[in-house]
């Protein structure tokens, strides 16, 4: 397992190209599993273990799909509808074919994705509402095995008792394919639901109100291949403009779309952090002082989860007390104890992280335990005095393309060990 090795203190000075959104592509891909006819080809693809997981799961399903330089090609119709566990375990986003099988080809048996650190990650939320479209689904032996009505999923209301984004994605996908059309209540609207929206209308989909509350598919008979460019990353760009925050300097994120970052843009301004875009990109200024600001996340456009990790660790060096509310996940703290061993001052309370702000940080060999959990350590290993070790990187590689490369081409002493 690889580990990354930081010398801390530098000052973070140059520019950062933003790749394509993991949380993006990954839906995207899956869509692969719905042409009738042609490729589909998704160009700003990233290169991340999830990526590549999400192609061996879709070749497992007779789907030729391969990602070549940043862009991404799938052809054929899928041939089998087993998602085995052996590959689900390793990506959770892997129940996103659930919803392209059942209606393309009428059956599929997905693993159950199962928890992972941050928390139980069910999954009633996709299964309820593919029973409203007429699915029976039964859970056996840690699969779900579902089947589509003999004509197929029908379209239906589907009022999600909660927001889920993954839920969201599956519904939409699912009833693009069915008959006649499906409303969505409450659905998610992050600018991922967007991107797939307007990618399955390329393909010949009816999909109006993506990115409300309120998203209305009319299934149409067969969706074809097409041409598609992956959005940037939101939460890549966010935690390059935290990492030059901390950092001090000054940072040019280029190819990123900053108005997907307002929530964050808001409270990097309260905290004392110069902040500047363009429409396709954002210059961040600090010199490394910081206001303490307190935030809670919310689902899109409110603060994201995916970006709380990594404010925690900007507000551990604040100077005064702040507060940080997780409320999407139920054990999103995992960073906490890690901090602690470099000298932060957080108390957690539940799902409430209380920060008292400190000097300064100090290097220490760290366990990374999920993506975003990583990416906060080593944002606190770059201010950081001394060296920091951050094992089990694995955990990064999956969400943050070419990591090492961006931050070294801005000044960073940072360096991969292979093990
Ligand atoms: C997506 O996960 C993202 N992953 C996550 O990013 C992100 O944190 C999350 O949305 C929230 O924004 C991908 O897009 C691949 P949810 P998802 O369904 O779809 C509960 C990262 O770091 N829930 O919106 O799994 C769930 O437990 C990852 O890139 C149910 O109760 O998230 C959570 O509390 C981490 N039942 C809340 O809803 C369900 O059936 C939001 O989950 C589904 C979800």
Known sequence: MDSLKIIGGKTLNGRIKISGAKNAALPLMACGLLINKGNLELSSMPNLADTKFMCILLESLGIKAKIINNIAHFSGNPSKHVAKYDIVRKMRASILVLGPLLTRVGIAKVSLPGGCSIGTRPVDLHIQALERMGATINLFNGYIEAKAPRNGLQGAEIKFPKISVGATENIIMA???????????????????????????????????????????????????????????????????????????????????????????????????????????????????????SITTSEYPGFPTDLQAQFMTLMSIANGNSKIVETIFENRFMHVPELARMGANINLNGRTANISGVQSLNGARLMATDLRASISLIIAALRAEGESVVSRIYHLDRGYEKIEQKLINCGADIERIRE
């Open 175 to 293: 009833a693009s394919l069915a008959n006649g059309r499906t409303k969505i209540h409450n659905a998610a609207k992050e600018p991922e639901i967007i991107d797939l929206a307007n990618c399955l209308n390329s393909m010949g989909a009816q999909i109006s109100g993506a990115g409300t509350s309120e998203v209305i598919i009319k299934g149409v008979k067969c969706l074809n291949g097409c041409k598609h460019t992956v959005i940037p990353d939101r939460i890549e760009a966010g935690s390059f403009a935290i990492a030059g925050a901390i950092t001090g300097g000054e940072l040019e994120l280029i190819n990123c779309e900053p108005r997907h970052l307002l929530s964050l843009s808001e409270y990097l301004i309260k905290a004392g952090v110069n902040w500047k875009n363009t429409d396709k990109t954002i210059t961040i200024s600090s010199n490394g002082n910081l206001n303490p600001v």
